[in-house]
């Protein structure tokens, strides 16, 4: 007998996933090996930045006082006292018509309130003269102000990314708390699997679901376990699975999990008495994504159908490892953007269409069936057409899921 299926919508389905996430706790890792990462604790300003005015520019540091009445008739002449470069404290005080020659980056030595540019002065070496007054603080970087003692300025939870790696680094942090990550494997099922080495021969394609979904955890800052391609056998996939799932925290299959009679994941849901979250979701492609628990571990059963497979990976298995990596923003960027060509087809679900994105523009990209391979590689976004549209024309205004972008996304809100 055909089973039958009852869809959720992809909202719900996400819904589910995440309420099942669990951070895994946290760990403590060398500030070079952070990247990636997310961010276990907020980061305060533990000092002022800088931590004391400094000149912004190779010249000289003067009292600005004693430049009043400076003009191109009438210039005022300076005497050059001491010479001091980025990381030197000058020991003198600055006195009247006084100077200190000074590189970017060195502390405004005692008395000196301002700072004049070479291009700014005329004949310099041990006097120089200026042509115009300057005032107080005029080109002095200030302490503190890029950031004061005590500031918030990192959130716990945050991607971190090179910009984050510069804070902490400011502040001293050779180690970082960090969430610790999801151990995930991969497993692509279906005898019709060659590796990506292998010659092609008839009835079978190579293997791109796996290599694919690797890439598309690394660039979440993501390693797996590669459990390779197990043929459609019940015996075989199940032991192999078991093992997987008892080896790590996530599994990922591909394949296998749709009706036909060599579809044998079910099979394997039910072996291993897993709760089931939904084996039917609202969305084109993907629409068999099935998601179950295991002894705690979750099993994400991919379709084999690789832009099926491709969007189950970023709606679905995407925000759940975020979730168990700590992180605080879960879902892919959405915006809007003008629909750059006529999109006719009905869209009985929810429609994730693989497209490419200008800023302002979006074209879907190319062939968009859910067996389609091209349209993942020529695509940085997803259209999303709610179910039970049609006829979107060129012109039209839609929603537009934003891929790869892993640093400081703003938020897909359900
Ligand atoms: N009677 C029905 N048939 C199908 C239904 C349905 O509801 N009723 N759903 C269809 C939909 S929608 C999809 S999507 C597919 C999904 O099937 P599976 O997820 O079980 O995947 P497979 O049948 O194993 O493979 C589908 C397709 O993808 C190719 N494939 C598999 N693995 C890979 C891989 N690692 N790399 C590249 N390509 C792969 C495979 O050769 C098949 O062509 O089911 C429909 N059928
Ligand atoms: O699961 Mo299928 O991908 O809806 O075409």
Redesign the pocket.
Known sequence: M?EHRKPIPVTEAVERVINKAQALGIESVALHDSYGRILAEPIKASHDVPPFNRSPYDGFAIRSADSAGASGDTRVQFEVIDHIGAGAVSGKTVEKQQAVRIMTGAPLPAGTDAVVMFEQTVDSGETFTIRKPFEPLENVSLQGEDMKEGDAVIESGSFIHPGTIAVLATFGYAQVEVAKRPVVGIL???T??LDVSEPLVPGK??????PMIAAQLARMGIGCKTYG?SA?ELDESFNIVKQASEETDVLIT???????DF?F?PAIYERLEAEVLFNKVAM?????TTVAVANGKFLFG?????S??FTGFELLVRPAILKMMGADKLYLPRTRAVLAEDFTKANPFTRFIRASYDGSSIRPAGFNM??AVSSIARGNALIVLPGGTRGYQAGASVDVLLLGVEEGASEWTL
């Open positions: 055909v692509s099922t279906g019709e699997l394609i190579r293997n791109s679901n796996g391609m459609d591909t394949g296998g999990v749709s009706v036909g579809d994941l084109r492609p993907g629409s068999v991919l379709s084999g159908n690789p099926a497979c859910s067996n």
